[in-house]
């Protein structure tokens, strides 16, 4: 079949010894990311993005690297759930209810060997979805016109507002600030200036990477900097990392939680390939559903071990999921896949039917390090996982000095530029505000990246339809998008799908 | 009232960017939207959103007390004068200043924080400078 030959292809890019080692360096980059509280997959993309630049690797190995590091903080999550019910990043939230009791009965090593099982099992079977399913994508996509992709976009913004925040009003205005902020600059149609008021500096636009960077990884700073105070007295330093005795559960145990694997890995690939949803959804309803179905002796919340497989299969699926509607349409299902998107439009590559037509190489030669980077972090995460438990030991005092330097070597080895950095600094304390404000900062990347797509398919589309807005409404595949917007805003409302806030429970 | 604010001061944005688009120079070729079309959308939804956050506010923030906002705000001064002593100090020097800032404010003792400094500094210095062949900002000494 004609998948499997390109997948040979891919293995012989990411079997290089370059690629390979890049997907070991993610894999471990990402563990430690993705396990560290306060630290998820997004700052840890964010921040290697400029480096992976600056450093001048191809496209398939940037991609290697930084999807090795997004896979890697999916498994790394529950690490610090479990151990010290501190969810590691926001999709390892669900894995606290079921993990920290297991942690109190002394099970801690069984918890954190069955979700390794279940992270495999879930991003193996995504994978796996991936190759099968955006191929498919793909040759729909063909179909596309810039009136389609134009309304593919507002679908992901509001499939995002359903999910991310509860205040939706606020996710409309932080798509509507992310959006802004890509106008800015001379636009490429007409090639007058727009928003720059004269600053020479300003005429390239703000790089999305410096967004991305300023509003992820430095306005973290600021929140551990506001908070190091309460930090030394409550949550990573001064808590014992529990005792890692027995890593092996008993084959029996491992059976009880094969169904809430399979269901959950379902689920949370669904939620993932839904634009804008990503993996947090994905943890959320793979928990919900299995307790809905497995609650019958009411041990769920109590150290039921279908608790903590069945959201960790949800989340790596829902991670890879992402990963489709990505690489096939190029609209991002989740922050993380935003950041990934934004790098490969700097290269120059734009992702959708064209990336599999053009670069093969980049698809198939990710998917293959995907596969290989899984086998990795099963290694990583079980027999290993006593290290990076170690990881939590480690102080902010030592952590925040290299998350900042690194930060600005990758942008300044960008760009060159200290203007950029100053930028790069305002962008920081504006992440920070809007922490403060309850404005949710994956749809202001997002519309800093997809806002210039956005206006060029609109343009594009505007000027085959002569002007004519009704166009828009015109095929069916818009009506069907309109129809999921429309219904992606609305019910939820109905079912009252809120995910809990992880700022009440982390900070 | 904290929904209160922040929409009166995004509509004060918003109207902002509305003035800012009304004065794009046009130019003498375009297409049918032009280069004002985009923006005017965006401000539509940026002003009603503001709008509705004025009248049905929600959200109380919780802002932290004033030595805290100090810290932050002297973290991002301190931000800033990396960026601009960075050309002239060099890489290392500038960035053994940042994280020993850095590590002393979140709780290390001054000296260790130093020497800590001192220690990532030149690390990531030569791991990215010779190693990985990345170019740094060097002072008139070459480091």
């Given at each position: 079949?004609d998948?499997f030959?390109h997948?040979v ?17 993610g894999c471990?980059?990402?563990?430690v ?6 630290l998820?997959?997004?700052n840890g993309?964010?921040?290697l993005?400029p ?15 930084l ?8 498994y790394?999550g ?15 939230l ?6 920290y009791?297991?942690?109190l009965k002394?099970r801690?090593?069984?918890a ?11 991003a ?8 099968f ?7 729909i ?6 009136h389609?992709?134009?309304v593919?976009?507002?679908m992901?913004?509001a499939t ?6 509860d205040n939706?009003?606020k996710?409309?205005l932080?798509s509507?600030?992310?959006?802004a902020?890509?106008t ?7 090639g007058v200036?727009?928003f ?11 790089d ?11 306005s973290?700073?600021f ?9 030394n ?6 808590k014992n990392?529990p005792?890692?005795?027995n890593?092996?559960p008993?084959?029996?145990?491992i059976l009880?939680?094969v169904?809430?694997?399979?269901r959950?890995?379902?689920?949370g690939?669904?939620a ?21 179905i ?7 919340g ?10 960790e ?5 829902a991670?890879g999921?992402?990963?489709v509607?990505?690489?096939?349409l ?8 935003a ?7 700097t290269?120059?590559?734009t ?10 190489d980049?698809v ?9 980077g899984n086998?990795v ?18 102080p902010p005092?030592?952590l925040?000095?290299?998350?900042i330097?690194?930060s600005?070597?990758g942008?300044?080895?960008l760009?060159g530029?200290?203007f950029?950095?100053m ?14 404000l309850d404005i949710?900062?994956?749809?202001v990347?997002m519309g800093s990246v ?12 505007m000027t ?10 015109s095929?069916?595949v818009?009506?069907?998008l309109?129809l999921i ?6 019910l939820p409302?109905?079912?009252n ?10 900070r | 009232m904290?929904?209160?604010i922040l929409?009166?001061i995004?509509?004060?944005i918003?109207i ?6 009304s004065?794009?120079?046009l130019?003498f ?11 005017y ?5 940026l002003?009603?959103s ?25 973290t991002a001064?301190?931000?800033f ?18 994280t020993?800032y850095?590590s ?5 003792a ?11 500094s030149?690390?990531i210095?030569?791991?990215f ?9 060097k002072n008139?000494?070459?480091?």
């Open positions: 079949m998948v030959s997948l292809d891919g293995f012989a890019v990411a079997l290089t010894f370059q690629n390979i080692g890049l997907a070991i360096i471990v980059l990402g563990t990311f993705g396990a560290l509280p306060g998820g997959p997004a993309v964010a921040i993005i480096l992976s630049f600056a450093l001048g690797l191809s496209p398939a190995s940037s991609m290697i690297l999807c090795s590091v997004y896979y890697g903080a999916m790394g529950r690490i610090s759930s479990i151990l010290l019910n501190i969810p590691g990043d926001e999709p390892a669900m894995t606290t209810i079921d993990g009791p297991m942690t002394g801690a090593g069984e954190l060997t069955l979700t390794g099982i279940a992270s495999f099992y879930g193996i079977f995504a994978t796996i979805g991936l190759v399913l955006a191929p498919q994508l793909v040759d996509a063909l179909l596309f016109r810039p389609e992709y134009f593919l976009f507002v992901a913004f995002l507002g359903s999910a991310s925040s939706k009003v996710t409309i932080a509507a600030i992310g959006i902020i890509s800015i600059g001379i636009d490429n149609q007409t200036p727009r720059s008021f004269g600053e020479v500096h300003l005429y390239d636009g703000i999305f990477l410096i967004v991305i960077v300023g509003l992820f990884a430095v973290e700073i929140i551990f900097i506001e908070n190091k105070d309460d930090q007295k409550g949550s990573i330093v001064q990392t005792q890692i005795t890593i092996i008993s084959g029996k145990v009880k939680t169904p809430s694997m399979i959950g890995g379902f689920l690939f669904v993932g390939i839904l634009p804008g949803a990503g993996a947090s959804l994905g943890s959320f309803i793979a928990y919900t559903f299995e307790k809905k497995s609650n019958k002796n009411d041990t769920f109590k150290g039921d071990e279908r608790g903590v497989t069945a959201p299969a949800g989340n790596n699926a991670a999921g992402a990963l509607p990505m690489l096939a190029g609209v991002p299902g989740s922050g993380t896949t950041v990934l998107l934004a790098m490969l439009l290269m120059n590559i992702p959708g039917p064209l990336l599999f037509e053009k670069n093969p980049v198939w030669g990710l998917i293959a390090s995907l596969f290989i086998f972090l099963l290694i990583l995460n079980i027999p290993m996982v006593r290290i990076f438990a170690k990881v939590l030991l480690l005092k030592f925040m000095p290299i998350i330097a690194v600005f070597v942008v300044y080895g760009t530029s200290t950029d950095l930028m790069l600094t305002i962008l920081g304390l504006l992440g920070w505000i809007f922490r403060k949710p900062l994956v749809p990347v997809l806002g210039n797509l956005m206006e060029v398919n609109l343009r594009r589309a085959i339809s002569n002007g004519n807005w009704m166009d828009l409404f095929s069916n818009c009506i069907v309109w917007i429309f219904f992606a805003f609305i409302m109905f079912f799908l809120k995910l809990p806030s992880l700022k009440k429970n982390s | 904290t929904d209160r929409g009166i995004t509509l004060l918003s902002f960017y509305i003035y800012a688009t004065i794009i120079q130019s070729i375009s297409d049918v939207i032009g280069p004002k079309g985009f923006p959308i965006i401000a539509f939804f002003f009603s503001s709008i509705w956050l004025i009248f049905f506010p929600k959200f109380q923030a919780i802002w932290p007390k004033g030595k805290k906002i100090i810290e932050v705000l002297v001064a301190i931000f004068l990396y960026a601009s002593v960075l050309p002239h100090l060099g890489f290392v020097v500038s960035t053994i200043l940042l020993t850095i002393w404010r979140m709780g290390a001054i000296l260790i924080a130093f020497i800590y400094g001192v220690i990532i030149i690390t210095f030569v791991l400078n010779y190693v990985l062949g990345l170019s740094l900002a008139y000494l070459g480091f």
